[in-house]
């Protein structure tokens, strides 16, 4: 008799535990189609362009009052794609795909976003991606996310325009007129929502998601922009289950409309794209770009699928529920091996043009004497990566290779590439005669210019105001157990190329010399690091002959002593800061060949080993190091 109550008890344990499946097939099974009016709905084309990517151009600070670089907003998304997990990348409010804003006159632009539909075909009109097709999926923003195959995402370039066949408008489902469609094409609305035999609309979600926590968007109108689900409350990540969230998810939001505006509804619902991730910024997080609302939510069923996911619809592959960033194995013998988050990385596109020079003009040297200096702007023809900083005849400051400057932001040092660059990201010609050329982004002078390397064949064909794009992958690098090591402006790749060694608690780096922190000059006091280089002053000849500075390369790795370069530049007793002279020698007072910092460290983190082939250019594969 125990026997059979235990057998029993188990039955109706399975039960229960087998009842919201079964429950969820039988409702799967008896959805029925819906009816629209979309023989009516009018499909027009619109043009919009491919948006430069939006990282803060300062830092932020987060809900807990940490400095932060925002990166990862808007631009060519390489890496990110529909279906990966939104956290876990080295980013803030990311968004996957191409992010297209609106193109043309202000009229036109204005156009794109309302009209625009997720679902819809776009068709690139210009750019060496010409011809190809790609599918809108999200919103952000004034931003439309479409997505591309792969082998035409490494053809676009920022700007490049296409056109989309948009229609959307006054999308309706017959017999629910208080259901709102928002910027869904047709054939979508009818594969993702279905009539139940009780009178209501049948919509798979991953999960629903409270109104207390919904943040920005409340206010602002429902055909432009998108909601936010908070993330600056961390417990509310595990409490909701947000970290299981993929871009690309379909979400049910509860008590929220967004029918002519966007706010709190008591008994409304609002269906929604996760179409960017979150945040540590307050009142900000992740990213919905509303699809389906109503003031009455009881017309609603949403039911849950994890496998709902909006590139389900789109014929797009999403992967596994389990893609997300990789990170890095610890290493077998417990050390001893440089390990990143390297996987973790966001990466982008950033733009500029090839920077003329300035005019010439006599300026008064510290020693009074004056001179026209050259070297500045332009494309060097004489001075590369790896040759002397000091020497060249009337150059000051003199960049190697070619300066090119960003045009996304009224400052150049507010601009994408100036903050997002890093050394060793490849860089390629987009416009002129060298269009397709392959390069280098080798550092930052900073102020105004960017600096890239070309071989000399492509510099043979490459003109003024040539536009340059460098695929930017740098911001957000820790090395694994460091975390207190500031690493800026540097590739992963060139990072592991350095010949860094870890030994117990110190990372051993080859250096060509050290520097004094008391000899740094003209950038000193500047606080956002990802754009600075400053200036190891030569205005003293004494200084100059006792640190034998006279013999530094472009490109040579050198440790400044007593400086701690973590958020500004400055004095800090016992602290490293490992640099790349980016930049020439200077006769002006303050000034002298340009450090860009790559590491820095408090007391105790950072060891130095002299090696006098420690110079970038080497390590970059620009040039074959003396003695190989």
Known sequence: ???????????????????????????????????????????IAIQGQIAPTQPSRSYAVTWDGRPKVLVGTGGINYNIK????????????????VAV???????????????????????????????????????????????????????????DV???????????????DDVFVHGLAPHVLEQLVARTPDGRLDVPVVKEIPAEIMGQGAGAGSLTGHWNIQTSHPPDIERYGLDELRFGDIVFLRDIQTDYGKGLYRGGATIGIVSGGPSEMSGVGIAVTPILSTRQGQLL????????????????????????????????????????????????????????????????????????????????????????????????????DVTVQGRDAASPSQTAIAILGGIGNPARVISGEARGGEGIYIGRHAGSHDLVWFPEDVLENLGLNDRIQVRA????????????????????????????????????????MEVPGYLMGSGIGASFIETLDYDIQTTCPESVERYDLKRLKLGDV????????????????????????????SDYAGHGPGVASVLSAPPGRIRTRTEPNANAAYYLGIREAPGR
């Open 558 to 585: 050198v440790a400044i002593r007593d400086h701690y370069n973590f958020w500004g530049a400055g004095r800090y007793e016992g602290a490293v800061t490992i640099g790349v002279i980016v930049h020439g020698w």
């Open 162 to 176: 296409m056109q989309a066949r948009a229609v959307g408008i006054g999308l309706e489902i017959e017999g629910f």
């Open 301 to 400: 069923a949403p039911r849950v699928d994890a496998d709902a996911n909006i590139g389900r619809y789109l014929g797009i592959p999403v992967g596994p529920v389990t893609v997300g960033p990789a990170t890095s194995p610890p290493a077998a013998d417990g050390g001893g091996v440089l390990r990143t988050n390297k996987e973790t990385l966001v990466e982008t596109a950033v733009e500029a043009v090839v920077q003329p020079p300035g005019g010439g003009a006599f300026r008064v040297g510290y020693d009074g004497t004056s001179k026209v200096r050259i070297g500045m702007g332009s494309i060097n023809y004489a001075v590369s990566f790896g040759d002397p900083s000091y020497g060249w005849a009337n150059a000051d400051h003199v960049e190697p």
């Open 82 to 97: 529909l279906g990966d997990r939104i956290f876990g990348w080295s980013g803030d409010r990311v968004t996957p795909g």
């Open 1 to 43: 008799m125990r026997k059979h109550l235990s057998t029993m008890t188990a039955l109706a344990l399975l039960a229960v535990l087998l009842l919201p499946a079964l429950a969820g097939a039988q409702t799967a099974a008896q959805r029925l189609p819906i009816t629209t009016n979309k023989d009516r709905v009018l499909t």
């Open 473 to 512: 992958r740098s911001v957000g690098l820790k090395i694994d157990g460091f975390d207190d090591v500031r690493v800026n402006k540097v590739a992963p790749e060139f990072l592991e190329s350095m010949g860094i060694a870890v030994e117990g608690d110190e990372l051993v780096v080859p250096v060509v």
């Open 101 to 159: 804003e609106g193109s043309g006159d202000d009229r036109a632009r204005s156009a794109w976003i309302p009209y625009v539909a997720i679902g819809n075909e776009v068709r690139l009109m210009s750019g060496a991606g010409r011809g190809e097709r790609g599918v809108v999926f999200g919103k952000f923003g004034n931003t439309a996310l479409v997505h591309f195959d792969d082998a035409v995402l490494d053809r676009l370039a920022i700007g």
